[in-house]
DNA sequence: GCAGCCCTATTACCT
DNA sequence: ACAGGTAATAGGGCTGCG
């Protein structure tokens, strides 16, 4: 029988040493199904010397075919390594996990240069071979079986017959979502799993159930576990949501399973989560998404907690939330008053997570389903990594063996242009961009790790082109990978902008393709990054090195031709020019662009009004509907305080709007007069830093740092990637003696002073010096205390 | 002992 | 654990100073 199927996950078992690949999903009515498929054999690749017979080796391993009991075929295959053709024979192996030790093996073989692809997991082969996509529907031919289905929790098992065919079916089938949150009992620092219970479990679901399970008051946690256990298994989700669990509460539930004698099983084939590639947990069956994996897309939220995520994406505000610290669990379990606002709290978190689960998820499957990476490890695996799949999939398709990892030493190359600005302000300010510059130029001159001519090598045929200042050369004919691979992304986002077009911006539809596009921009953006990155299989550092050579001289070349056009350019980074906008010369100008150096340029935003400070990188415009557009300043830092952040924005709003620098001084005046009545929010005054290595591995003392010893002394765990809040006290000493972690500090005790010429002061100054403003006179106001005791600041920001 | 200078470590931003 | 270019702060070493 025919089975159509979305895939929502996949894992693979070798019994006896033959190999299975188990795809779960959903069928077309909605049934959850597993295909069993054990047609598919795993090979990996021994490139022969050019000189030898490659049938002469494949004699001598038919020779000694015991020394390799699980070769089922080896047979001589033409590939391309780098562009360039090689001989290989391709080993197939009937056990998949003895790949490497044979590949190894093999490397010793006379008239074998070296092995590849033995280092590609099964289950990854099978999808990328056969076009089995993940979060993508599929056809297969298939029979069923009763017998396996007692051990495995689906309607349906199946053995395929054949491989699954990818079908052009764009929807998402209905998943069943389960999101939780958990909530620790301890009473000594960060809980652990050896003496700490589970005193709360949060869940909730896409079909609108919430449920919580509580500790008894012995807090014993074998019921909560259990119950959550229960649930999970009866619920029967296709997908599991949490915030962090991949770092925290898979362990730790397992961890207390363990100890309390539990079967932690929550998956679909009775097996425990277990920790896989990239970091993630994989639960058999089902798919484990970690939102935190996918807070980095959102850069705007500088401390990553599910609280600010979900308040950034509009699910719950933060101020409506009853914000409870891990360290206060205990007491607040403890105190029967307060309890009743723990467990608020913890569903809020459950609900917050759903509510970013409902934001993200399409991305995932999308990204998931564009770089085959299955929904579970796609969050985990490092941007480069999800690049680096991509082209394994499209170097699949064309015949280019998948080169090793091997460890390079970093080289520093030269990156883009960045202008000095004009500094100041400007009126009417217009920014050409160049779209998507570095993927467009590694088109445009044939950059790819396949096209690349070392200097060795003697002239191609076809001719070449030659980058400018680094003198690389790239073959014109034929196209390589990355402009195949990159015309191609850059054709599909276009494809799929135009499709939405068709759509309502509430539709399902539209959200599909618009997460679809995204999800492809993501991956066309992150190329350029990954053909420089070192840990890249295919480094070449030319490549990466002449993208930048080619971007600065179309980007100079921009600047000339914008000035013969008389067009004056007050600056410019990387792929854009900011110049006066004066429309026919605009049109005239990217015109002219667009045909002599074969990019597209086009006019971005128009600024009414634009201020530049003397350094780089650093700039405030005033667009048409009176919004600010901040760039680089402290406004959009996270690593000052809110207080420095707000003025500065003010001053930049009075600065852009109303040209009164006398006014922007008052202001600050009177917002440093308010701060020193301690009139502003005690939030207001916590810094964030990230710890980027273990306290101990600083060189010299910091301010976060010391702030984070203190946490590790009351027993919080931090981890790499954590952001310390910190507040500064009173007292004496360098700036690091100074500071305390902002639960740990009063309000009275905190350094106003320092507040006010650490961070107020340079915060107006950066923008107020332009005008002749000095620091000394924000700090001596001229502003009356009578004045002071009758114009609040709430006469700026409202009540 | 400390102000002043310079360099370095550190973080976070821009494209 | 995708690139290089850049700004900015604070630490820390050193000099010179009655």
Redesign the pocket.
């Known amino acids: 029988m025919k089975v159509t199927f979305w895939l929502l996950d996949v894992n693979y078992e070798v019994r006896n040493n033959e190999p299975e690949i188990w795809l779960w999903g959903i069928d077309t009515s909605g049934n959850r199904v597993l295909i069993i498929d054990r047609k598919f054999t795993a090979y990996f690749y021994a490139v022969v010397e050019e000189a030898f017979d490659p049938s002469k080796v494949f004699e001598e391993i038919e020779q000694n075919k015991a020394d390799y009991p699980f070769i089922v075929k080896v047979e001589a295959v033409e590939r391309k390594f780098f562009g360039k053709p090689v001989k290989a024979l391709k080993v197939y192996c009937r056990n998949p996990d003895v790949m490497t030790r044979y590949a190894r093996a093999f490397r010793k073989i006379e008239g074998i240069k070296e092995c590849f692809e033995d280092d590609i997991r099964y289950s990854m082969r099978y999808l990328i071979d056969n076009d089995v996509i993940p979060c993508a529907w599929h056809e297969v031919e298939a029979v069923e079986e009763e017998e396996k289905k007692v051990e495995v929790q689906v309607d349906h098992v199946y053995v395929a017959e054949s491989h699954p065919k990818f079908m052009e079916k764009t929807d998402i089938p209905n998943l069943r979502v389960l999101g939780f949150s958990t909530i620790c009992y301890s009473r000594e620092g960060s809980p652990k799993p050896e003496r700490n219970p589970v005193v709360m479990i949060s869940v909730a679901t896409n079909s609108g159930e919430e449920k919580q399970f509580l500790a008894g008051e012995d807090k014993g946690d074998g019921p909560v576990i259990e119950a959550f256990i229960d649930y999970v298994q009866s619920f029967d989700p296709d997908i599991i949501v949490g915030y962090g669990v991949n770092r925290q509460d898979w362990a730790y539930l397992n961890e207390r399973c363990k100890k309390l004698g539990l079967r932690f099983f929550v998956d679909r084939a009775k097996t425990e989560p277990h920790t896989s590639v990239?970091?993630h947990v994989s639960i058999t069956g089902r798919a484990n998404v970690d939102l935190f994996d996918f807070a980095d897309e959102f850069?705007e939220v500088?401390v990553k907690t599910l609280e600010n995520l979900a308040d950034y994406l509009g699910v719950m505000k933060i101020e409506k939330r009853i914000l409870i610290e891990d360290v206060e669990f205990a007491d607040y379990w403890d105190d029967k008053t307060k309890r009743e606002l723990l467990k608020q709290f913890s569903m809020d978190s459950t609900r917050c997570i759903m509510g970013v689960a409902e934001a993200i998820l399409d991305f995932a499957m999308q990204l998931s389903s564009l770089v085959s990476l299955p929904l579970d490890h796609v969050g985990t695996a490092?941007?480069?990594?999800r690049v680096e799949w991509f082209l394994i999939k499209h170097a699949q398709k064309i015949g280019e063996l998948v080169p090793k990892r091997v460890e390079q030493p970093y080289r520093?190359?030269?990156?883009?242009i960045?202008l000095s600005p004009k500094p100041g302000l400007h009126e009417n300010i217009a920014v050409l961009d160049f779209a998507s510059?570095y993927p467009n130029l590694m088109i445009a001159y044939n950059l790819s790790p396949d096209t690349y001519v070392s200097p060795k090598e003697p002239v191609p045929p076809g001719g070449f082109y030659e980058a400018p200042e680094v003198k690389h050369r790239f073959r014109k004919e034929p196209p390589g990978f990355y402009k195949e691979v990159l015309s191609h992304l850059i054709g599909v986002r276009d494809e799929i902008r135009s499709k939405m077009k068709a759509y309502a911006r509430d539709s399902v539809e539209y959200r599909v393709l618009d997460a679809r596009q995204k999800a492809v921009k993501v991956i066309t953006n992150?190329s350029?990054?990954?053909a420089?990155?070192?840990?890249a299989r295919w480094y070449i550092k030319p490549v990466?090195e002449a993208a930048?050579a080619w971007g600065r001289h179309t980007i100079i070349n921009a600047i000339k031709m914008a000035e013969e056009e008389g067009l004056k350019v007050v600056y410019g980074?990387?792929?854009?020019i900011f110049i006066k906008y004066e429309p026919e010369k605009v049109e005239r100008l990217t015109a002219r662009i667009c045909g002599k150096l074969g990019l597209e340029i086009k006019p971005d935003k128009v600024y009414t009004r634009i201020f530049f400070?003397?350094?780089?990188?650093?700039y405030a415009g005033l667009l048409p509907d009176g919004k600010l557009d901040i760039?680089?300043l402290e406004v959009?830092?996270?690593?000052w305080a809110a207080i420095a952040k707000k003025l500065q924005e003010k001053v930049l709003e009075i600065i852009l709007k109303e040209q009164s620098p006398q006014k922007a001084a008052k202001f600050t005046q009177q917002f440093i007069y308010e701060l020193r009545q301690r009139r502003v929010p005690f939030r207001d005054l916590i810094i964030?830093?990230?710890?980027?290595?273990p306290v101990e591995e600083?060189?010299?003392?910091?301010?976060?740092?010391e702030a984070a010893k203190m946490l590790i002394e009351k027993g919080w765990k931090l981890a790499i990637g954590d952001?310390i809040g910190y507040v500064v006290v009173v007292g004496t000493g360098?700036?690091?003696e100074r500071v305390k972690p902002y639960m740990f500090a009063s309000y009275n005790e905190v350094d106003i002073d320092y507040y006010v010429t650490?961070q107020i002061v340079?915060a107006a100054a950066?923008i107020l010096e332009s005008f002749g403003i000095t620091e000394e006179q924000l700090l001596t106001s001229k502003v009356e205390d009578k004045e002071r005791e009758t114009r609040r600041l709430t006469d700026f920001f409202g009540s």
């Open positions: 990239y970091g850069s500088k490092a941007v480069g990594f520093p190359y030269v990156g883009a960045v510059m992150a350029y990054g990954y420089g990155w070192i840990g990466a930048t980074d990387t792929d854009s400070t003397e350094a780089k990188k650093r760039v680089g959009i830092r996270g690593d964030w830093k990230t710890l980027t290595k600083y060189a010299v003392k910091a301010s976060h740092v952001k360098r700036l690091y650490n340079p950066r």
